[in-house]
């Protein structure tokens, strides 16, 4: 179907040249166009259909230009949308080809402008997609005198709560920002520049490392008071990167489960009461 569609990536006076070429078609061919495509899957009758169809497409896409992003490509998404009609349009059920397709290529055109907004997504859910697109009304309430009037009036014209308008406000303030994007126009210097480093330094590093060894020496020392066998369990169940399961060390020392666990336990607490001698309760054994 796309085979010599005009490809919108020229410049858009260029593509407009091109598409007013394509003459509108009437009811009459329109329907029997549509009905050649549906029954006989006409190529040919499909590309006629399309065409003739492209300005509107643009007429549209007009409507969001407003949103930050490339006229074109909103051209283009709306290009898809008008495609994905053609494919489930029914020309018997009376209605032109443009009055359906028109919701089909609205629907590309936002979910592209959606995606395309932020890195992080926008109109997750259907409350901020329908605030999403009366954005216009919305960022011009932070100049309306009677700010809260107009807040309230634009929350039940929406249906929806001011708390949701606010919310949504303050989204669109945050708009992505590139971190190799400069300060100013005439600097070098970038917002990479300005990030504080949050990594710690070589006396903190210095510091937690003590710390650790202060922490393993007091743990051992407290494991010394522990039999044999309480250590080995508390080692392999408690230490270890890769926890023995109770059978496991039940075969070990030839017990049941049931008996390593409440071995397990009972080292457990003579640890704590060990370390809490120490001031050091609070650590995680």
């Known amino acids: 179907m796309q085979g010599n569609l005009p490809v919108a990536s020229d410049s858009l006076s260029s593509y407009l040249t091109q598409i007013n070429q394509y003459s509108l078609l009437t009811p009459e061919e329109e329907f029997e166009l549509a009905v050649s495509y549906k029954k006989e899957n006409d190529a040919e009758a499909a590309h006629t259909l399309i065409t003739s169809n492209l300005r509107f497409v643009v007429k549209v896409a007009l409507e969001y230009k407003g949103y930050g992003v490339k006229l074109l490509d909103l051209i283009q998404e709306g290009n898809i949308g008008l495609m994905a009609a053609l494919k489930r349009f029914d020309p018997y059920k009376g209605y032109r080809f443009i009055s359906y397709a028109i919701w089909w290529i609205r629907a590309y055109i936002q979910n592209f402008i959606i995606k395309s907004w932020s890195l992080v997504k926008i109109g997750t859910t259907q409350v901020q997609k329908k605030l999403f697109y009366k954005m216009g009304k919305i960022k011009n309430l932070a100049h309306e005198e009677d700010k809260q009037e107009k807040l309230h009036q634009l929350a039940q014209e929406l249906n929806v709560r001011c708390s949701d308008i606010e919310e949504m406000r303050e989204r669109f303030a945050g708009r992505d920002l590139s971190l190799d994007a400069k300060v100013e126009y005439n600097q070098d210097a970038t917002f990479l520049e300005f990030?504080?480093?949050?990594?710690?330094?070589?006396?903190?590093?210095?510091?937690?490392?003590?710390?650790?060894?202060?922490?393993?020496?007091?743990?051992?020392?407290?494991?010394?008071?522990?039999?044999?066998?309480?250590?080995?369990?508390?080692?392999?169940?408690?230490?270890?990167?890769?926890?023995?399961?109770?059978?496991?060390?039940?075969?070990?020392?030839?017990?049941?489960?049931?008996?390593?666990?409440?071995?397990?336990?009972?080292?457990?607490?003579?640890?704590?009461?060990?370390?809490?001698?120490?001031?050091c309760v609070g650590w995680a054994i």
Do not use: W, Y
């Open 195 to 279: 990030l504080p480093d949050i990594s710690p330094d070589q006396e903190a590093i210095l510091g937690d490392r003590e710390e650790q060894e202060v922490r393993r020496e007091t743990v051992e020392e407290a494991l010394q008071g522990l039999s044999e066998r309480e250590q080995c369990i508390i080692r392999h169940r408690v230490m270890a990167d890769e926890p023995m399961t109770l059978q496991e060390l039940g075969d070990k020392f030839c017990i049941s489960r049931e008996r390593v666990r409440q071995i397990e336990g009972e080292a457990l607490n003579k640890l704590k009461k060990e370390l809490s001698a120490t001031d």
